[in-house]
């Protein structure tokens, strides 16, 4: 079974498969975009690779009530939010539910989008490709939020690609246009956790995500 060593691995798969779609070495037709925190590694690796500047893409998973871990939906910079009609169904999420969990998950991507703005400013997206960059894709809620981001910041085309997706998940990215293509490094039939196909899946700190940031900003 073909598994990622690590995000440094999947940066550098992705990085292949992304050489023929971008002007290499042009900062100004294309920006990388990694969703922190375990994309901005994988995003850091492609932007080396590609010669291209990177940023972030901030958005927040809503979890359900209960499970968390259970996406309906996710929230992102700019007011956008992205739900999952059938999954609130199934799941039971009434409207006051998802105003509760919206209001604690956007305070937090406040945080964070204060703290990734200290040390990078945000590159102006408009007319250029926005590569979305993350390190797995389950449900695709977050890349289909950052990806409508990216468009809502005025990016030309929208690409999202993963070190490991969900076939369905990629599909749907493109089929209802939140992206003009998705690829991911492996795509397995049984996609199960994300974690699964990488050898070392240790979670990305904070201060890791800032430092990267710091780097591409050359201060």
């Given at each position: 079974?073909?598994?990622?060593?690590?995000?440094?691995?999947?940066?550098?798969?992705?990085?292949?498969?992304?050489?023929?779609?971008?002007?290499?070495?042009?900062?100004?037709?294309?920006?990388?975009?990694?969703?922190?925190?375990g994309g901005v590694p994988v995003g850091a690796a492609i932007a080396r690779g590609l010669g291209l500047p990177l940023d972030v893409v901030v958005v927040r998973k809503l979890g359900?009530?209960?499970?968390?871990?259970?996406?309906?939906?996710?929230?992102?910079?700019?007011?956008?939010?992205?739900?999952?009609?059938?999954?609130?169904?199934?799941?039971?999420?009434?409207?006051?539910?998802?105003a509760a969990i919206e209001a604690r998950e956007r305070a937090e991507l406040e945080r964070r989008v204060a703290a990734y703005r200290e040390v990078r400013?945000?590159?102006?997206?408009?007319?250029?490709t926005a590569i979305v960059v993350d390190d797995g894709i389950a449900t695709g809620g977050s890349a289909r939020a950052a990806a409508l981001v990216a468009r809502a910041g005025g990016?030309?085309?929208?690409?999202?690609?993963?070190?490991?997706?969900?076939?369905?998940?990629?599909?749907?990215?493109?089929?209802?246009?939140?992206?003009?293509?998705?690829?991911?490094?492996?795509?397995?039939?049984e996609m199960l956790a994300v974690g699964r196909w990488y050898l070392d899946f240790t979670q990305t700190p904070e201060d890791r995500v800032i430092a990267l940031l710091r780097e591409a900003a050359g201060s």
């Open positions: 079974m073909d598994v990622l060593r690590d995000r440094d691995d999947a940066g550098a798969r992705l990085t292949w498969l992304l050489s023929p779609l971008v002007a290499q070495g042009d900062p100004t037709s294309a920006v990388v975009l990694g969703l922190p925190r359900a009530p209960g499970n968390p871990e259970y996406g309906f939906g996710a929230v992102g910079e700019g007011g956008i939010r992205v739900l999952d009609e059938a999954a609130m169904g199934m799941l039971g999420v009434t409207d006051g539910d998802v400013p945000r590159v102006p997206l408009a007319g250029r990016a030309s085309r929208v690409i999202v690609a993963a070190g490991v997706a969900a076939p369905d998940s990629l599909h749907a990215l493109m089929k209802d246009g939140a992206a003009d293509l998705a690829l991911a490094a492996l795509i397995p039939d």
